[in-house]
């Protein structure tokens, strides 16, 4: 398997298992975990997407990475103003 393939693999299967955690009540979408596994898996998947050359993934897995850090700063600040 090529280094391209390896990391959309690795990034999708860590979202997919975020959403399936969280869809059997196993992590909270608010959690850290659940951000963090999101972030990591869409910019893997979002590098992955750029080295194949596939635009809309790229766009995709980009919004997706880019969502996942606004919460994560978001959550970040919010804890710290408490």
């Known amino acids: 398997m090529d280094t391209a393939t390896v990391l959309g693999m690795i990034g999708v299967s860590g979202i ?3 959403y399936f955690l969280n869809l059997f009540n196993l992590i909270d979408q608010n959690s850290y975990p ?7 898996g869409a910019t893997l998947a979002c590098i992955s ?10 766009i995709l897995e980009g919004v997706w990475a880019l ?5 994560l700063v978001k959550k970040l600040f919010l804890k710290s103003k408490t």
Do not use: D
Request: hydrophobic content about 65%.
């Open 34 to 40: 659940y951000i963090l596994i999101n972030l990591v």
């Open 16 to 18: 997919l298992g975020a």
């Open 49 to 58: 997407s750029v080295m194949i050359e596939s635009l809309p993934f790229t």
């Open 67 to 71: 969502v996942s850090l606004i919460a």
